[in-house]
């Protein structure tokens, strides 16, 4: 079975400051994704950033960077410069072949408020 | 605008009834997903379609129900037979699974559910 764990289920952050939220995940597969995607107060899941397994270098999309330790199946996203709109719950994400192909599993969500 | 709308936004449940959460597409997308959040949890999976006159349940489909009869149209029907309706349901698509791993999948906005 594949898990996601994200194993900080709340966090805080100053404004301008960064932060690096945890994911690990488990699984036999050799190919796979990994996303994170954010959700804001509004409720709706907003894709952030995605890496492939096969891929060594890191990804990165403006202020959101991740992280990927593919041997200790890691993958932690890091916000630079972060700002009050950021403030959301955050899900790590996986999706692998075999006959998972095309569904995604869940981390449980990691809440992140920024304060002014 | 290309993106997918559920209704209704708010829709609540009397004891014994079936109601039925509408979820519509207009980005071509060939696979689409019912998730159920609950309260400061991650998604769980209800069902998922890959195409047209298929679909397959996922961890929790016990309860729900579903039908894809055009390709636009993945509507969730929670029967009485869910004794634990109450929950945050999201929706989301994803183009051609074939396409490979890494396609991401767009999200709608919601329906919260709530017991009368």
């Known amino acids: 079975a594949q898990t996601v764990t994200q194993s900080q289920p709340e966090m805080s952050v100053q404004e301008a400051e960064t932060v690096t939220l945890s994911c690990t995940y488990d699984t036999s597969e050799s190919n796979y994704y990994l996303f994170w995607y954010k959700q804001p107060p509004s409720r709706q899941m907003i894709l952030v950033i995605r890496q492939e397994a096969y891929k060594q270098q890191n990804a990165t999309e403006n202020r959101f960077s991740v992280n990927f330790q593919k041997a200790a199946k890691s993958f932690s996203l890091k916000i630079s410069d972060s700002q009050l709109g950021d403030t959301a719950m955050y899900f790590c994400a996986f999706n692998a072949g075999g006959t998972s192909y095309g569904k995604l599993t869940f981390g449980q969500g990691t809440i992140l408020t920024v304060h002014p | 605008d290309g993106g997918i709308t559920q209704s209704p936004k708010y829709l609540f449940r009397k004891e014994g009834q079936n109601v039925t959460l509408s979820c519509e597409q207009n980005?071509?997308?060939?696979?689409m997903y019912w998730y159920r959040q609950d309260p400061g949890q991650g998604l769980r999976l209800i069902y998922y379609s890959q195409i047209v006159n298929d679909f397959q349940k996922g961890d929790i489909a016990e309860g729900y129900s579903v039908s894809r009869e055009k390709k636009e149209s993945f509507p969730l029907t929670v029967t009485s037979a869910q004794k634990n309706p109450t929950a945050f349901y999201l929706c989301?698509?994803?183009?051609?699974?074939?396409?490979?791993?890494?396609?991401?999948?767009?999200f709608g906005d919601g329906t919260r559910l709530s017991i009368l």
């Open positions: 989301a698509s994803r183009s051609d699974p074939g396409r490979g791993l890494g396609q991401p999948q767009h």
């Open positions: 980005l071509n997308h060939d696979a």
